[in-house]
């Protein structure tokens, strides 16, 4: 079965940086890969998603990368302000009409943006 | 995104009731909706995946009989914990997905349940 790590755990940076949240994943027939922002105690927001047929997406200051053939994608987020301070996590799943669109999730990434 | 809610955002109960928690997709229709588990500081742990009008499909190592789901309607499925107990402890989200290429999956606020 599909199996996400995701890295690092936790992230710290200064107001006005850039943060970068990195996941690799397993099964090469994952297609769809989603980015989820969490503050405490609310469920998972999502924020961006890409599909396997696009290498980069942006919105704002978020952006993401897809390298299929190496089976790793990334997020971006650039100027970084106290109100982007959460767990992030990242999640794969295979959504072809066959299957239910089950996603698997990385552990999460606990960032902290400084003031 | 679809707007999903949760009943109850909160809920304490006694070791051996039982407790039902309500997931509602309230601008879309979801044929398919999930159930996660989630400890303190942990990631998101899927326990189900519930299909309206059919049987729930329960991950490995989750107990059918002890979380009753029940998926009646498009916009309503019912996650039941019989019998708790202060192991059942967590945090449980559910989730509606969207029909279409992405099946795109929009998460409710959660429901802390606190088993004494």
């Keep these: 079965g599909e199996n996400v790590e995701q890295h690092p755990s936790t992230l710290s940076v200064q107001e006005g940086d850039s943060a970068v949240i990195k996941c690799t994943y397993s099964d090469s027939a994952s297609n769809y890969f989603p980015w989820y922002k969490q503050e405490l105690g609310k469920g998972p927001q999502l924020i961006i998603d890409i599909r396997s047929n696009v290498g980069e997406k942006k919105d704002q200051r978020i952006a993401v990368t897809l390298n299929k053939t190496a089976k790793h994608f990334s997020l971006h987020i650039t100027e970084t302000q106290p109100e982007d301070s959460a767990v992030y996590f990242c999640a794969a799943s295979e959504t072809g009409s066959s299957n239910t669109g089950k996603l698997i999730f990385g552990q999460g990434t606990t960032l902290q943006v400084k003031p | ?116």
């Design chain 2, 1 to 116: 995104g679809a707007v999903v809610s949760q009943h109850p955002s909160r809920v304490i109960c006694k070791s051996g009731t039982s407790v039902k928690i309500e997931c509602r997709s309230l601008d879309f229709q979801a044929t398919t909706m999930f159930w996660y588990r989630q400890f303190p500081k942990k990631s998101l742990m899927l326990m189900a995946t519930s299909n309206e009008g059919s049987k729930a499909t329960y991950e490995q190592g989750v107990e059918k009989d002890k979380f009753l789901i029940n998926h009646a309607s498009l916009t309503l499925s019912t996650l039941t914990v019989t019998s708790a107990h202060p192991e059942d402890s967590s945090f449980y989200i559910c989730s509606v997905s969207i029909a279409g290429g992405k099946k795109t999956q929009y998460f409710g606020p959660g429901t802390r349940l606190l088993v004494l």
